[in-house]
């Protein structure tokens, strides 16, 4: 800013700071003649016939401070935090927090952060069982199976109508303990994290929903297949596992709930990851939920809504049926302990689904007519009749029953001497 009143230029000066900058002590004509001299002297032309010419950077301006004392005041502190936190004796410690999960950055790869703490002389509650099992947060759901048990606990007590701060039963509370002992092993799980999809020597992508239910629970989970560069990698993207429902529902219904649930995270994955045209197939090893998906019939309600959202979200022709035993995610929808997860890895996805190309194990099953047409709308026949409305002239012409009884029997009267009367002639 250049300035010719002295009172407005005084008032600008930072003095007071111990800061003159010296282009507020030149005024406007010596600082464009410095300039244009600037210009004039060290001024030169390339090869290519281009003008050069410095920067003219401002002189005389005052070096600043080292400041040494406000630094190492500075890493004293930093000290002091690292040490209450214990992070000062794991200066190679490579893990940060990403949304709620463990990342690790050398290996990159992905873990659970189970921070729930046991205190023995706290008392187990519907309270503390809910909020233990809200703590493990897996927005993956590679810890699914793990996860459900306590959900199911919970279910049960909501059956035997305990309050929230009510002590639990025995055999509910051995349970609960028998889950809390093995949860630290959760912690040991690791999954690969990076997941680059716009690179080059990606040859194919696929999508492959695996849907399951058991009587307690429905579950469904959604695997990326890729083949890049010869090798073919399978990765879990998502998985869900849901309570069933208190009231009591047939096996086949939930069966059909996992399939749509196994539709919706498709839809969702499909469109988080900006797949549009990315193949999926659907998986399912129910064959009356499969016939039910196959088939355009008149169903009831229950199974007609369910299967228009499947055939809205998914095709008919990429629904296959598979045999029980080759539906690995079975553990995803009965639940299993964490020493069990570790072991059977079932995230890692199927050996056939690594194969090239991919033998899917379809089923030659026949699905039960009966429990397929049980769920048919039902039909109500109705049968309609006309009635003729009949003149009561007992009751327009007669006052009483007894001169009613009297005129049929003087009519019966007549019809009998007239019947005589005939035969006479």
């Keep these: 800013m250049f300035v010719n009143d002295m009172c407005i230029s005084d008032l600008w000066k930072l003095d007071s700071l111990g800061i003159t900058d010296p282009v507020e002590t030149k005024t406007k004509l010596e600082i464009q003649k410095e300039t244009l001299n600037h210009f004039q002297k060290p001024i030169s032309v390339d090869i290519s016939g281009r003008y050069e010419v410095a920067l003219p950077w401002v002189l005389d301006n005052k070096l600043l401070s080292s400041n040494r004392k406000l630094a190492e005041n500075r890493l004293e502190s930093t000290k002091r935090k690292l040490i209450a936190t214990e992070l000062e004796s794991q200066p190679d410690n490579f893990e940060t927090m990403v949304l709620g999960l463990i990342w690790n950055l050398k290996d990159d790869c992905?873990?659970?952060n189970i921070n729930c703490q046991k205190n023995e002389s706290k008392a187990i509650t519907k309270r503390s069982l809910l909020s233990i099992a809200n703590h493990i947060f897996d927005p993956i759901g590679f810890t699914a199976p793990v996860t459900l048990k306590p959900k199911l606990i919970l279910q049960e007590i909501w059956k035997l109508k305990l309050e929230w701060d009510e002590n639990l039963p025995k055999d509910i509370l051995n349970q609960v303990k028998k889950w809390l002992e093995q949860l630290p092993i959760l912690a040991s799980i690791k999954i690969p994290g990076c997941l680059n999809l716009s690179s080059n020597g990606i040859k194919r992508l696929t999508l492959h929903v695996?849907?399951?239910?058991?009587?307690?629970?429905?579950?469904?989970?959604?695997?990326?297949?890729?083949?890049?560069?010869?090798?073919?990698?399978?990765?879990?993207?998502?998985?869900?596992?849901?309570?069933?429902?208190?009231?009591?529902?047939?096996?086949?219904?939930?069966?059909?709930?996992?399939?749509?649930?196994?539709?919706?995270?498709?839809?969702?994955?499909?469109?988080?990851?900006?797949?549009?045209?990315?193949?999926?197939?659907?998986?399912?090893?129910?064959?009356?939920?499969?016939?039910?998906?196959?088939?355009?019939?008149?169903?009831g309600v229950f199974v007609s809504n369910r299967v228009k959202e499947i055939r809205n979200l998914s095709d008919v022709s990429s629904w296959e049926h598979v045999p029980s035993e080759k539906n690995f995610v079975d553990i995803l929808s009965r639940g299993c302990n964490a020493q069990q997860l570790v072991y059977l890895r079932w995230w890692e996805g199927p050996s056939w689904l690594s194969e090239t190309p991919v033998q899917c194990p379809r089923s030659k099953q026949v699905p039960d007519e009966e429990a397929v047409n049980l769920e048919l709308r039902k039909s109500v026949l109705v049968n309609t009749a006309k009635r003729i409305e009949e003149f009561n002239w007992h009751s327009e012409y007669f006052s009483s029953y007894l001169k009613v009884v009297r005129m049929i029997a003087w009519i019966f009267r007549f019809f009998k001497n007239a019947k005589r009367i005939s035969r006479c002639l």
């Design 110 to 112: 992905l873990s659970c």
């Design 210 to 299: 695996f849907c399951d239910a058991s009587k307690k629970a429905y579950a469904a989970c959604v695997f990326l297949r890729v083949e890049y560069e010869g090798n073919v990698f399978v990765k879990l993207i998502q998985a869900k596992a849901r309570v069933a429902p208190l009231k009591d529902i047939s096996i086949p219904r939930l069966e059909l709930l996992a399939c749509v649930l196994g539709t919706r995270l498709a839809a969702s994955v499909k469109n988080d990851l900006n797949l549009p045209d990315v193949r999926i197939y659907y998986l399912t090893d129910s064959m009356t939920a499969f016939a039910w998906i196959q088939r355009t019939r008149d169903w």
